[in-house]
Structure formats: structure tokens, C-alpha cells
């Protein structure tokens, strides 16, 4: 697959475009928690306990912002060790993200039009985003780039599924008007399957090789296996 520093621009934009409304509802939790809103009982669960939607929101909001500049190949190979730094904290917010997500998935009250199902599927996405970065760790630990990439790529469309989810919920909910408890919990799968059906398709795009993003001190020598003329 090839691609252009323009085309790479392009996705990183439209990541970024796709991560902006979570990114604001996340802001607008906050600014409802730091302003001491009305107490309700959609928000009481956060009241009582903030900190953990907290860190959610902004590691998120780091996540699917930083995400977005670390899948350009030109742009990993103009700034490598830009690409290091960045990834060090992407994976740290990621998995700061997954790890407070299944907390608030557990151990919330449950909001209203939210189900077993919903929760479960929660609880099964939000893990595959938190293993897939342990992999993509695991992956670079052994110098597999292709497998590191592989695995970050998975990781972060799960990361990025709730700006997919609003694509996928606002046509419901302009058709049918709101959805119930099987249909939102259907809807909102939707979103995160349909991002890793797209990042399977990217990774068997990509080329088979890999620029390490280590130092070249790193990388054994290679030895001559010709012979003199």
C-alpha cells in the first residue's frame, strides 16, 4: 500500500474529526463535574465518584488525538524519535482509557437505556483494546514491527469506536427517534465492530516490512555473505 504525505494527512484529520464529538460530550462532563451541576440521576453515579470519568475523558481525548498522527508512515519516518515519545504516553492514556472504562462499566450504576448486553459488550471491547496494547508492547519488546503495528492499529480503532457510534446512532435516531435498550446496545457494537473490520483491512494493506522504530544501535549487524572477485 502506498500513500502520500497529503493522503496521510487526510486520515489523520478525518481521525481526528471522528474523535471531536466524544471529545466534547468527555468536556462537557468535566465542566459538569468541575462546576458543580445539578444533581440527577443520569449524573449521580459520577458525582459520587469522579475520578475514574475523569481519567477516561482525558486519556481518551489524548488517545484518539495522538492516535491519529502515529499511523502516517512519512510522518514516522520525517520524526522517529517523535514517534518513540509519543507512542511511550499513547500507550499509557490507552490503557489508563480501557482500564477506567471497565471499571465504570463494573462497578456504576447502570444508566438508563443501558442493558446486560450493552454491558458486556463493553466489557468485551474495552478488554480487546487494553490486550491488543499489551500485544503491540509485547510485539515491539521482540522487535516484531509488522506484529506491533498490527496490534496498535487494532488497539486504536477500538479507542476511536465512539466517534463511529454517533455515525452510526444519529440515522437511527432521526429515523426511529431514541433506541431502546437492544437496539442501542446493537447500534453501539456496531460502531466498534465496524472500526475493527476496517483495521483488519488496513493492516493486509500494509506492506510486509517495517522501519524499526528503535535506535540503529539496536539493530544487529549484518554480515557480508559474498566472496571477493
Not at 444533581?39 to 481525548?61: D, E, G, I, K
Not at 500494509?206 to 554480515?223: A, D, I, L, V
Request: proline letters at 7%.
Amino acid at each position: 500500500m502506498t500513500s502520500t504525505p497529503k493522503a496521510e494527512r487526510l486520515v489523520s484529520a478525518a481521525l481526528v474529526a471522528l474523535s471531536l464529538v466524544p471529545i466534547l460530550a468527555g468536556a462537557g462532563r468535566l465542566t459538569e463535574l468541575a462546576g458543580g451541576a445539578e444533581l440527577t440521576p443520569h449524573n449521580a453515579r459520577f458525582f459520587a465518584s469522579p475520578l475514574p470519568v475523569v481519567l477516561h475523558v482525558l486519556c481518551a481525548s489524548v488517545y484518539c488525538v495522538l492516535g491519529a498522527f502515529q499511523f502516517a508512515p512519512d510522518f514516522r519516518r520525517r520524526r522517529p524519535g517523535w514517534h518513540r515519545v509519543a507512542g511511550r504516553l499513547l500507550v499509557a492514556c490507552g490503557l489508563v482509557a480501557g482500564l477506567s472504562g471497565l471499571w465504570m462499566t463494573l462497578f456504576y450504576p447502570r444508566a438508563e437505556g443501558d442493558g446486560e448486553l450493552l454491558d458486556g459488550l463493553r466489557l468485551l471491547f474495552g478488554s480487546a483494546m487494553v490486550l491488543s496494547l499489551v500485544l503491540g508492547l509485547t510485539a515491539l519488546r521482540r522487535r516484531d514491527v509488522v506484529g506491533h503495528r498490527a496490534w496498535m492499529i487494532r488497539g486504536y480503532a477500538v479507542g476511536v469506536g465512539a466517534g463511529t457510534q454517533v455515525l452510526v446512532t444519529v440515522p437511527w435516531f432521526l429515523i426511529a427517534g431514541t433506541p431502546g435498550e437492544l437496539a442501542r446496545a446493537l447500534l453501539l457494537g456496531a460502531g466498534w465492530v465496524i472500526n475493527l473490520a476496517v483495521a483488519e483491512r488496513v493492516i493486509r494493506l500494509q506492506p510486509p516490512g517495517g522501519t524499526s522504530p528503535w535506535p540503529s544501535r539496536h539493530s544487529p549487524r549484518r554480515r557480508s555473505t559474498g566472496t571477493a572477485g
